[in-house]
């Protein structure tokens, strides 16, 4: 039986729309797995930048931790330096007020001619040497004369050997120390110095651990002792 135009025409028609139907839902099909695809990949973009961030900021929080670390281990040392160098100065200040102290002893003429010999004997003791020259200050020879008399012979009978004693007169101590002498070999070469400073400077060094301890007291962390 032949089909009509009209009948063709709407067989067509059906075609068309179930052609246009399967096309709409592929495209739908395509769009739904796209947006899927779209979201995952986003998500995991996301995720990675995520990551990449707080991996970032991790580093960044462990630079400025290690950054507070070294300027706090910085300002401990510069306070334990002001700390160290306060009490350096303490210090000095002590030695300086002692050093000024050291004029009143040359004011009391019995008690520093005492000194003066001893300083002289100990001199010819730590030189042991059959010559040496003597300098002092000029206002303390007449002094020294007295003290070099009194221990020649003490010196004689402790060595068993003799010494020739010289004064120098040309070249006297400056007369802005506070007394004692200096003794020298024969020769200049060996110099013992008993001037009141340097017995002062010697003293102090001896004493230094003693002094920091009376000063500030024991240091726990400190195992040997200047």
Do not use: W
């Not at 995991?44 to 961030?53: F, G, S």
């Not at 070294?70 to 303490?90: E, G, Y």
């Not at 012979?153 to 007394?179: C, H, M, R, T, W």
Request: hydrophobic fraction near 40%; include cysteine.
């Amino acid at each position: 039986m032949a089909l009509s135009d009209a009948d063709v025409q709407k067989q067509i028609k059906h075609m068309m729309a179930f052609i246009e139907q399967e096309a709409n839902e592929k495209a739908e099909e395509i769009d739904a797995k796209a947006e899927e695809e779209f979201n995952i990949e986003k998500g995991r973009l996301v995720q990675t930048q995520r990551l990449k961030i707080m991996e970032y900021y991790e580093k960044k929080e462990k630079q400025i931790d290690q950054q507070k670390k070294i300027q706090m281990s910085n300002l401990m040392n510069q306070a334990r330096l002001k700390v160290l160098k306060a009490r350096d100065d303490m210090i000095m200040d002590l030695l300086n007020e002692a050093r000024k102290q050291l004029t009143d002893i040359a004011k009391d003429p019995a008690k520093y001619s005492t000194l003066l010999e001893g300083l002289v004997l100990q001199a010819f003791y730590q030189l042991l040497e059959p010559k040496v020259t003597i300098r002092c200050r000029k206002d303390d020879l007449p002094m020294v004369q007295a003290a070099v008399q009194k221990n020649i012979p003490i010196y004689k009978e402790a060595v068993k050997s003799k010494i020739e004693v010289y004064i120098d007169q040309d070249n006297f101590l400056s007369p802005d120390i506070s007394g004692g002498v200096e003794v020298y070999n024969a020769n200049g070469k060996i110099k013992v110095s008993n001037t009141l400073e340097s017995r002062l400077d010697l003293l102090a060094q001896q004493m230094m651990p003693e002094i920091r301890v009376a000063l500030f007291g024991a240091n726990q962390n400190r195992k040997f002792m200047d």
